[in-house]
T-cell receptor, first 114, second 115 residues
């Protein structure tokens, strides 16, 4: 079993829909939770991050972390065709021997069609 | 100016050959990484260096040897290439630990195909 599980999709939604992307994890040491967006043939770029549990909102994007359930989510409101990309969740513990090590989910391929 | 650059962008080679991929960052960051992304988009860390010192060395065949001549450069040399080495290799950099708000900035990737 992988440390981080993410449904690869693909997910296809109409423009304006609310999108929900999720990851589950098994390592209770994870403290940082990140979402990266990767456009086709490009490198991933950081979209949002949260530390420990709770919600964080940035424009149309909301990240949620539920550490008790080991479950994180990314919601995209009013989705746009420009949101079409692969979304990767990533996690890290607070340092020590895992300095700099991000563990990624497989990524969910999202297509928003006009 | 490109923040993290990699050369070459595409690499097609025969099994058994030795090849190198180069990475440079102009962000003044202290930490650099190599990741491998397979055909299913699964992205996995291979190595990380902080101030030219090896920090992370994941379970990677010793045919893969990273080298950091200075803080701004991290190269990856691969000996005796195998079919399973075909993937996209990403270089990344961060100021420190590269988690949470300390963003890891990724390069454009090097698409390696071993025939």
């Amino acid at each position: 079993q992988k440390e981080v599980e993410q449904d690869p999709g693909p997910l296809s939604v109409p423009e304006g829909a609310i999108v929900s992307l999720n990851c589950t994890y098994s390592n209770s040491a994870f403290q940082y939770f990140m979402w990266y967006r990767q456009y086709s043939r490009k490198g991933p770029e950081l979209l949002m991050y949260t530390y420990s549990s709770g919600n964080k909102e940035d424009g149309r994007f909301t990240a949620q972390v539920d550490k008790s359930s080991k479950y994180i989510s990314l919601f995209i409101r009013d989705s746009q065709p420009s949101d079409s990309a692969t979304y990767l969740c990533a996690m890290s513990d607070a340092g020590g021997t895992s300095y700099g090590k991000l563990t990624f989910g497989q990524g969910t391929i999202l297509t928003v069609h006009p | 100016d490109t923040a993290v650059s990699q050369t070459p962008k595409y690499l097609v080679t025969q099994m058994g050959n030795d090849k190198s991929i180069k990475c440079e960052q102009n962000l003044g960051h202290d930490t650099m990484y190599w990741y491998k992304q397979d055909s299913k988009k699964f992205l996995k860390i291979m190595f990380s260096y902080n101030n030219k010192e090896l920090i992370i060395n994941e379970t990677v065949p010793n045919r893969f040897s990273p080298k950091s001549p200075d803080k701004a450069h991290l190269n990856l040399h691969i000996n005796s290439l195998e079919l399973g080495d075909s993937a996209v290799y990403f270089c990344a950099s961060s100021q420190g630990e590269g988690a949470g708000g300390d963003t890891q900035y990724f390069g454009p990737g090097t698409r390696l195909t071993v025939l």
